[in-house]
């Protein structure tokens, strides 16, 4: 629940305030000057504060520049006598919201706190991502790697346009919020979005979920149904796990696209379809396609504008403002006032390797939710493979520095210690090889103090691949700056 502030050194004013709020949706403190607001708000967290311009000790003024110091993302509303105005013209200046005059009048102080919040919401989900997409309610598309960029730009284009998609990436990259976007953000965002599950409908009922059947068509078809396709006319068929359909049924699809007509399971008579076709697949096609389990014909059909998503461990940087998202998401749905993860707990969330991607991410997040018994995610509550996946620590001394050109002596080491972690825990090329290239970068980072055409030239990287290593791991240059 949103948490409200107000702060005023009149008791009266403030309990007027607070009672036309308190009902059902806000939880409201109070503070009877500047200076407890500021000591209150740097204790805990608030989303919005209601503030007097004229207090003792701390005027509304200076507390509204130290507030908007804390946490710019606090939204501050000034409650001001007509006499004052310029003051709290002068408060927006600074970074207030908005003001109302008093005496307040409670429909206009619902109303404002309101826009307040919903401005709050933009301003939050324009943080997380690049463009927000529509999608059906619960759900946000989170990304700010360069990666993701990438593919919001796709989808965007992709989502005027009516050609065939395919979707590709490991399980829980989010293929299934690409379709949605597709379908949401396009000229049939009215009409359905119906998704088959193509690995879950047995091969001899695929026919008919597909297509529909007439009544009797075969043993057990009592009356008449019709199809996904049918179903989904004029809007979207997200056909999920694609590389699991059957040869026979592969045959009908590819007919079905290239023609826009189907036959119902024992009807003589055909049915013109519009329905647009995004496909979604973890399988390797190609490799399908070699050995005959796949057609290649009804691959190219689909593979017109295809969508690659990276997986999350190529995508670290990710990694926060998902949590963040997940964070809003579950208090949400817990009632509870989470504010954040601790930094011990971000750093194992960045070091794992996320086989299960984003909704791995999601139920990491889930299972601390539940667990956590303070505002902060802590380690504790933390499921036990996270925990565990921080590297084994094992020192490769010098010989690690001299193989990779650093020359002892020639930098200026400061104490900084050239050894790596590796990890060993499992014997995995990829993983340790990652591990050690992102030690190995901020090590450098550290030693360069965050220059990165210094840390190019004397790590012998060019400075292209460093940059892009450094997106890829989620490490800023900046930090390192001293
Ligand atoms: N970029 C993202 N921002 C916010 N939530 C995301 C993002 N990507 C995925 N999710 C969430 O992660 C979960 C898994 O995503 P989704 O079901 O789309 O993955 P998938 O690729 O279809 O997985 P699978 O191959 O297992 O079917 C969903 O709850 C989804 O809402
Ligand atoms: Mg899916």
Redo the contacts with the bound molecule.
Sequence with gaps: MRKILVVDDDAELRMTVASALTEGQYVVEQACDGEEAVNRIKANAFDLVLMDVNMPRLSGIEALKEIKAHDPSIMVIILTAFSNIRDAIEATRLGAYNYLEKPVKSDNLVYMIDLAFKSQNMVKSLSYSAPVFNLPSG?????QSNE?KKIFSIIDRLARVDTAVLIR?E???????VAQSLHYNGPRKDNRFVAINCSAIPESLMESEFFGHEKGAFTGADSRKIGKFQYAEGGTLFL?EIGEIPASMQVKLLRVLQEKKFTPVGSNREIEMNVRIVA?T?RNLESMIKDGSFREDLFYRLNVLPIQ?PPLRERKNDIES?SQ?FTEKFNQRYHKQIRGIKEDAMSLLKSHRWPGN??EL?NVMEHAFVLEAEDMISVDSLPEKIRNSAPAVQHIDKMAAGSLSFEEGDIPMEGSAMSFRLSVQKFDFQASKEEFEKQFLMEALKVFKGKINQTAIHANIPKKTLLRKLEKYGITAKDYND
């Design positions: 759900n946000e598309f989170v990304g993701m990436g399980s829980g990259t989010g293929k299934e919020l999920d979604a973890n998503l998902l998202y984003i909704r999601e």
